[in-house]
């Protein structure tokens, strides 16, 4: 168990649009999320509240080697993502399948329910941030895992 190691997994956000991959500020409320669910956030030492908007160069020299990936855009499997761009498979994250999306969970109209009710569950947002970066990634409510190929 990583924790009772004192490890700390370090986490990579979110996903290119456009022509900008917007990672969330330091100072944000998932940067805190993060922290208080024992990881090291990348960007941790941005001072920025809201989004970041770098390029995906810059990302993948900062990230590449981190341990997890969150948010990658609205995926459902890694192989969306290399559609999206073959650059993503030089991320450790992405090569070691840690790669989680918090769309486990689809309301009607494919709208992530993570969006809709984590705001007001902010203890089983944090919980699968413990089970995924400290656990084994079961048991699991907003996120899930990404298969490499969608089911």
Known sequence: DSASHGHRPTVLMGAPFRDAWFVPGGRS????FLADAGADYLWADDTTVGGVPLSLES?????????????????????E????????????????GNVYNNNAREAQRGFSDYWESGIVNP?????????????RGDSLFYYHR??????
Do not use: C
Request: proline share 5%; aromatic share 16%; glycine share 4%.
């Open 123 to 135: 203890h089983r947002v944090l919980a699968d941030y413990v089970s995924i970066f400290h656990g």
């Open 29 to 32: 409320f998932m940067a805190r």
């Open 81 to 96: 993502g290399l559609k999206q761009d073959t650059r993503f498979r030089e991320f450790a994250a992405f090569q070691n």
């Open 59 to 79: 990302v993948l020299s900062r990230a590449r080697n981190a341990d997890f990936w969150l948010h990658p855009s609205d995926w459902h499997s890694l192989d």
């Open 146 to 151: 990404l298969p490499a190929v969608a089911p």
